[in-house]
């Protein structure tokens, strides 16, 4: 009550803080005419003004009133666009690290260039990011032009981009881009051997667009770029075959959990299954030898019973690929992990891509934390204003709309069965569509869109094919006329490329559009439909002269009738068809009606058998309504149903938060691991040498090999000299008379580490003289990266097992965390260790052949990355990567950097075993089978 009291006297927190930039908007106001009346280039020349003053001493929030001022003007010049007051407010917030809540329509794309020109003067590196390739090359061009004219510079950093394309858009002064092209080339750049190699240069201060989005919903699994491992399609088509042979009680199915599992019956029935098609032909399936069989019955069970075709992924061109469940797209370049996908593909019987093993990977919001200043924007942030707070430090501010919102949002309306629903959908469809309402039909999946279009078909209503130029014409002429015309859109993941066109033209007159997850579309709704799209489509072929201008005004002066049109017949009409696990995804699907000031109206019709309300909503629920008279094709409407879904939707939230937050413990204890390693081959390859570091891990392995075979104050009678000879020999090739100094009277383990130390240095700097300091600087510092990457996926690899199986240590009373910390930290002392002891190995054998370089020989590539398609949501890409060849001048070539083999590959003969020298356990085969040695003529005999 108190609180309540607080409020109303003091405002809200937020209202203060809204009332404390009211100065500042009012300071930019009255620089606007001194600014009008300077030249364009009088306009542009106060960048450089601005760059000055910082440089003097002045700080960024100095300049802010006439650097906002100066940004609002350039706006007016370029886009004939002039920021509202409230843009004003969002770009300060933007620059104070905060989030601004901006409606639908408010121009937030227009808003991030005001602090993108302000802390891009620091010429330190702004970064825009956005979900989509559409929407980064669209906001880049588009802004672009605001910053030409100021003379900043922008790049833009989209999918298929080679590393030299990368590194110009990095350079830029302000850079535009999707969060996972952001985040693969931070972990792209710490596998490159150069630093100029490199294409980000820091992470200074990001914006990012559809914030909750991106830091919210994409953050509950990890980035990840991944390499292939051996080939296993075989056994995934195998197992797939037994899947749809088991019986209902062979397996437990929980929807909340998204878990499934083989009942005891099950294991049994599946054992038979397995046997008889011959892929289990010893012991029963839970031995430890078929350990392997057990993971891939695992997710085809997965795949059969939890993941369902047109909603969680779908099959294009022979192509299985995910939707995103928060915006409805297809998210190419990604793939489930652990399998999960190799068993989708088997299931929908298309070519079963190979494993991916993991080479480098880090979370969202360990990514993006490493910003020094973060912002963001979005239409719904409230809701998840704790989970910004608590993880990254950012406070959400809600910014005023620029004008009253006129929207009337309806209570839902609840039925017993889906098929009632359906035709309460149709019979308002019809109501608003014969006084030329436009619609929007949103939907939660590809299915459901789909199912909905069949039904409107039976009903009468023609389905447009909007990949047809003349397709909305007839859209046009309906409206024209004034008469419903029963034609409609489908906005999905199938009809990706057109989403941008279909939802501009969801304002016409009588236009009905059904869509899925609107989150993030990026395109406002505007009624009357869009005239810069219209024009751009119906112009495209028509020079610029009098006859396009001529055409032009008659779409401007159609468009503007069709506004009012729409006005008239109440404005967008918003039909949400079930609600979504999350508020946020409603309140996107709710907010694009009802923009600066229109009219609008939404409402949700829901039913007993939705995904929601089935697995989340209580039975007190449906109890409640039978009491409440709930009888078929009727609809019940009351404020207690929004309650109790809002309810179930927090539920759902909670604990996506807590799966965020999980992830996110376990990821950081990696992050601190990750950021060492990093810092260690960041400074590495800035170094001209590595000779002090080499000469360190070299004495540290001499230490060590003294430790194990020379016990402090131990006679020297006790010594196993013959076996310290041997592991000298492999850890530093050298072979000193070890026996000899055993006799020596006097002898003790610090006189004998001395003469070691000694031995080894003279040893390498031998080696370092007859190759030659500069190939060996080369050399020293190729081999000690190398090294590192292979030790680093090995360790991501046995933390991604580890922390598999932690959790049973919660069955002893002990915690998994703090288990995972202990003994992640103790694989990480392992790891230093192995690199000391490999490379300081490797280095004291390697050879170098010298011969004259080929005149074909490509330049030396650090590395070939090519996407895939991943994950939970996990998102991977694959990884070729070779050790790449020197050929320095002199015609020097370097061989066999990773193999530790002293014999050079070319000239190993593929028929004679004896030429091969010592092969890499994971190298491919000198015979030329394809095969891993391993696997080849380096297998173990049984």
Same mark, same amino acid.
């Given at each position: 009550?108190?609180?309540?009291?607080? =409020?109303?006297?003091?405002?809200?927190?937020?209202?203060?803080?809204?009332?404390?930039?009211?100065?500042?908007?009012?300071?930019?106001?009255?620089?606007?005419?001194?600014?009008?009346?300077?030249?364009?280039?009088?306009?542009?020349?106060?960048?450089?003004?601005?760059?000055?003053?910082?440089?003097?001493?002045?700080?960024?929030?100095?300049?802010?009133?006439?650097?906002?001022?100066?940004?609002?003007?350039?706006?007016?010049?370029?886009?004939?666009?002039?920021?509202?007051?409230?843009?004003?407010?969002?770009?300060?917030?933007?620059?104070?690290?905060?989030?601004?809540?901006?409606?639908?329509?408010?121009?937030?794309?227009?808003?991030?260039?005001?602090?993108?020109?302000?802390?891009?003067?620091?010429?330190?590196?702004?970064?825009?990011?956005? %979900?989509?390739?559409?929407?980064?090359?669209?906001?880049?061009?588009?802004?672009?032009?605001?910053?030409?004219?100021?003379?900043?510079?922008?790049?833009?950093?989209?999918?298929?981009?080679?590393?030299?394309?990368?590194?110009?858009?990095?350079?830029?002064?302000?850079?535009?881009?999707?969060?996972?092209?952001?985040?693969?080339?931070?972990?792209?750049?710490?596998?490159?051997?150069?630093?100029?190699?490199?294409?980000?240069? @820091?992470?200074?201060?990001?914006?990012?667009?559809?914030?909750?989005?991106?830091?919210?919903?994409?953050?509950?699994?990890?980035?990840?770029?991944?390499?292939?491992?051996?080939?296993?399609?075989?056994?995934?088509?195998?197992?797939?075959?037994?899947?749809?042979?088991?019986?209902?009680?062979?397996? /437990?199915?929980?929807?909340?959990?998204?878990?499934?599992?083989?009942?005891?019956?099950?294991?049994?029935?599946?054992?038979?299954?397995?046997? /008889?098609?011959?892929?289990?032909?010893?012991?029963?399936?839970?031995?430890?030898?078929?350990?392997?069989? %057990?993971?891939?019955?695992?997710?085809?069970?997965? #795949?059969? =019973?939890?993941?369902?075709?047109?909603?969680?992924?779908?099959?294009?061109?022979?192509?299985? *690929?995910?939707?995103?469940?928060?915006?409805?797209?297809?998210?190419?370049?990604?793939?489930?992990?652990?399998?999960?996908?190799?068993?989708?593909?088997?299931?929908?019987?298309?070519?079963?891509?190979?494993?991916?093993?993991?080479?480098?990977?880090?979370?969202?919001?360990?990514?993006?934390?490493?910003?020094?200043?973060?912002?963001?924007?979005?239409?719904?942030?409230?809701?998840?204003?704790?989970?910004?707070?608590?993880?990254?430090?950012?406070?959400?501010?809600?910014?005023? +709309?620029?004008?009253?919102?006129?929207?009337?949002?309806?209570?839902?309306?609840?039925?017993?069965?889906?098929?009632?629903?359906?035709? #309460?959908? %149709?019979?308002?469809?019809?109501?608003?569509?014969?006084?030329?309402?436009?619609?929007?039909?949103?939907?939660?999946?590809?299915?459901?869109?789909?199912?909905?279009?069949?039904?409107?078909?039976?009903?009468?209503?023609?389905?447009?094919?909007?990949?047809?130029?003349?397709?909305?014409?007839?859209?046009? #002429?309906?409206?024209?006329?004034?008469?419903?015309?029963?034609?409609?859109?489908?906005?999905?993941?199938?009809?990706?490329?057109?989403?941008?066109?279909?939802?501009?033209?969801?304002? *016409?007159?009588?236009?009905?559009?059904?869509?899925?997850?609107?989150?993030?579309?990026?395109?406002?709704?505007?009624?009357?439909?869009?005239?810069?799209?219209?024009?751009?489509?119906?112009?495209?072929?028509?020079?610029?002269?009098?006859?396009?201008?001529?055409?032009?005004?008659?779409?401007?002066?159609?468009?503007?009738?069709?506004?009012?049109?729409?006005?008239?017949?109440?404005?967008?009409?918003?039909?949400?068809?079930?609600?979504?696990?999350?508020?946020?995804?409603?309140?996107?699907?709710?907010?694009?009606?009802?923009?600066?000031?229109?009219?609008?109206?939404?409402?949700?019709?829901?039913?007993?058998?939705?995904?929601?309300?089935?697995?989340?909503?209580?039975?007190?629920?449906?109890?409640?309504?039978?009491?409440?008279?709930?009888?078929?094709?009727?609809?019940?409407?009351?404020?207690?149903?929004?309650?109790?879904?809002?309810?179930?939707?927090?539920?759902?939230?909670?604990?996506?938060?807590?799966?965020?937050?999980?992830?996110? =413990?376990?990821?950081?204890?990696?992050?601190?691991?990750?950021?060492?390693?990093?810092?260690?081959?960041?400074?590495?390859?800035?170094?001209?040498?590595?000779?002090?570091?080499?000469?360190?891990?070299?004495?540290?392995?001499? !230490?060590?090999?003294?430790?194990?075979?020379?016990?402090? /104050?131990?006679?020297?009678? &006790?010594? /196993?000299?013959?076996?310290?000879?041997?592991?000298?020999?492999?850890?530093?090739?050298?072979?000193?008379?070890?026996?000899?100094?055993?006799?020596?009277?006097?002898?003790?383990?610090?006189?004998?580490?001395?003469?070691?130390?000694?031995?080894?240095?003279?040893?390498?700097?031998?080696?370092?003289?007859?190759? @030659?300091?500069?190939?060996?600087?080369?050399?020293?510092?190729?081999?000690?990266?190398?090294?590192?990457?292979?030790?680093?996926?090995?360790?991501?690899?046995?933390?991604?097992?580890?922390?598999?199986?932690?959790?049973?240590?919660?069955?002893?009373?002990?915690?998994?965390?703090?288990?995972?910390?202990?003994?992640?930290?103790?694989?990480?002392?392992?790891?230093?260790?192995?690199?000391?002891?490999?490379?300081?190995?490797?280095? &004291?054998?390697?050879?170098?052949?010298?011969?004259?370089?080929?005149?074909?020989?490509?330049?030396?590539?650090?590395?070939?990355?090519?996407?895939?398609?991943?994950? !939970?949501?996990?998102?991977?890409?694959?990884?070729?990567?070779?050790?790449?060849?020197?050929?320095?001048?002199?015609?020097? &070539?370097?061989?066999?950097?990773?193999?530790?083999?002293? +014999?050079?590959?070319?000239?190993?003969?593929?028929?004679?075993?004896?030429?091969?020298?010592?092969?890499?356990?994971?190298?491919?085969?000198?015979?030329?089978?394809?095969?891993?040695?391993?696997?080849?003529?380096?297998?173990?005999?049984?």
């Amino acid at each position: 009550m108190l609180g309540s009291l607080a =409020k109303k006297v003091f405002g809200s927190s937020n209202d203060r803080r809204l009332k404390g930039y009211r100065p500042k908007v009012a300071a930019i106001n009255a620089l606007e005419p001194e600014l009008v009346a300077l030249s364009d280039a009088d306009l542009a020349a106060r960048t450089t003004m601005f760059r000055e003053q910082l440089a003097s001493g002045k700080t960024l929030d100095d300049i802010l009133v006439p650097a906002f001022a100066t940004v609002r003007e350039a706006a007016k010049r370029v886009f004939g666009q002039r920021h509202f007051d409230v843009q004003l407010i969002g770009g300060m917030v933007l620059h104070e690290r905060g989030i601004a809540e901006m409606r639908t329509g408010e121009g937030k794309t227009l808003v991030a260039t005001l602090a993108a020109y302000l802390n891009a003067l620091e010429g330190k590196g702004v970064h825009v990011i956005t %979900v989509n390739d559409y929407l980064a090359r669209r906001d880049a061009e588009w802004m672009g032009q605001l910053y030409n004219f100021l003379g900043l510079s922008f790049g833009i950093i989209v999918h298929g981009l080679d590393d030299a394309e990368r590194k110009n858009s990095y350079a830029a002064d302000i850079t535009y881009g999707t969060n996972n092209e952001f985040g693969f080339d931070y972990l792209r750049d710490n596998m490159k051997y150069e630093l100029e190699q490199m294409s980000q240069r @820091g992470h200074n201060f990001a914006i990012v667009d559809e914030v909750d989005s991106i830091l919210i919903d994409e953050a509950r699994t990890p980035l990840i770029i991944s390499g292939p491992s051996d080939d296993k399609s075989e056994l995934y088509n195998l197992v797939d075959k037994v899947i749809p042979l088991l019986l209902p009680e062979d397996f /437990d199915l929980d929807e909340k959990a998204r878990t499934t599992n083989l009942t005891e019956a099950g294991n049994e029935h599946i054992e038979t299954l397995l046997q /008889d098609l011959g892929a289990l032909t010893e012991g029963s399936l839970y031995e430890a030898h078929n350990v392997t069989l %057990v993971h891939h019955v695992n997710q085809a069970l997965r #795949a059969h =019973k939890l993941f369902l075709r047109d909603k969680d992924y779908i099959v294009r061109d022979g192509e299985l *690929v995910i939707i995103d469940e928060f915006t409805g797209r297809m998210m190419q370049g990604r793939r489930f992990s652990e399998g999960l996908h190799q068993a989708l593909e088997a299931k929908e019987h298309v070519q079963v891509m190979p494993e991916n093993v993991t080479l480098a990977s880090i979370t969202f919001q360990n990514y993006f934390r490493l910003y020094k200043k973060l912002a963001g924007m979005t239409g719904t942030a409230a809701t998840e204003a704790d989970e910004f707070a608590e993880i990254y430090k950012l406070e959400v501010v809600e910014i005023p +709309t620029n004008r009253p919102v006129k929207r009337l949002d309806e209570h839902d309306e609840v039925y017993r069965s889906y098929e009632e629903k359906l035709k #309460a959908i %149709v019979r308002e469809i019809e109501g608003a569509n014969a006084k030329m309402q436009p619609m929007l039909v949103g939907t939660t999946s590809i299915e459901k869109s789909e199912q909905l279009a069949d039904f409107l078909v039976k009903e009468g209503y023609t389905l447009l094919d909007v990949s047809e130029p003349a397709a909305l014409q007839k859209l046009y #002429a309906a409206a024209r006329a004034g008469t419903p015309s029963k034609l409609f859109t489908v906005l999905n993941a199938r009809f990706h490329q057109q989403e941008a066109f279909i939802v501009a033209e969801a304002g *016409v007159p009588g236009a009905i559009t059904v869509a899925t997850n609107m989150a993030g579309r990026g395109t406002d709704i505007q009624l009357g439909g869009n005239v810069e799209m219209r024009v751009a489509h119906e112009l495209a072929d028509v020079p610029p002269g009098e006859e396009r201008d001529v055409r032009e005004a008659e779409i401007r002066l159609e468009v503007a009738a069709f506004r009012e049109q729409a006005i008239a017949a109440g404005g967008l009409y918003i039909i949400g068809t079930e609600r979504h696990e999350s508020r946020r995804i409603d309140n996107q699907l709710r907010g694009r009606a009802g923009r600066q000031g229109d009219p609008g109206r939404s409402k949700f019709f829901l039913s007993l058998k939705d995904d929601l309300m089935r697995i989340f909503g209580s039975d007190r629920m449906e109890n409640m309504l039978v009491k409440l008279g709930l009888k078929e094709d009727e609809a019940i409407v009351h404020p207690w149903i929004n309650k109790a879904l809002e309810k179930a939707q927090q539920k759902v939230e909670a604990r996506n938060f807590d799966m965020r937050k999980n992830v996110l =413990k376990y990821d950081d204890v990696m992050n601190d691991q990750r950021k060492v390693v990093f810092e260690q081959r960041r400074e590495m390859m800035g170094k001209d040498s590595l000779e002090e570091m080499i000469g360190e891990m070299r004495q540290g392995v001499v !230490d060590d090999v003294v430790s194990k075979f020379v016990p402090r /104050d131990s006679y020297p009678e &006790t010594w /196993d000299v013959a076996a310290m000879a041997q592991a000298v020999d492999a850890a530093l090739n050298i072979a000193p008379p070890l026996a000899e100094w055993q006799k020596e009277e006097g002898i003790g383990d610090e006189e004998m580490r001395e003469r070691l130390h000694a031995a080894a240095d003279a040893g390498y700097t031998a080696r370092v003289e007859k190759n @030659g300091p500069d190939v060996m600087r080369y050399v020293e510092k190729q081999v000690i990266l190398q090294v590192l990457d292979h030790l680093w996926r090995e360790h991501l690899v046995t933390l991604d097992h580890l922390r598999q199986v932690i959790g049973w240590r919660g069955l002893a009373q002990r915690d998994p965390l703090n288990e995972y910390k202990s003994e992640a930290f103790d694989l990480f002392d392992q790891l230093i260790v192995q690199l000391r002891e490999t490379a300081t190995a490797q280095l &004291t054998h390697l050879e170098v052949a010298f011969e004259q370089p080929d005149a074909q020989m490509p330049p030396m590539q650090a590395s070939h990355f090519e996407p895939l398609s991943s994950a !939970d949501g996990v998102q991977q890409l694959s990884s070729r990567m070779g050790s790449a060849d020197y050929v320095p001048q002199g015609g020097a &070539t370097v061989m066999d950097a990773l193999g530790g083999g002293e +014999t050079a590959m070319m000239d190993r003969d593929a028929n004679d075993p004896a030429t091969w020298g010592k092969v890499a356990r994971n190298e491919l085969c000198p015979c030329g089978s394809g095969k891993k040695y391993k696997h080849c003529h380096g297998a173990l005999s049984a």
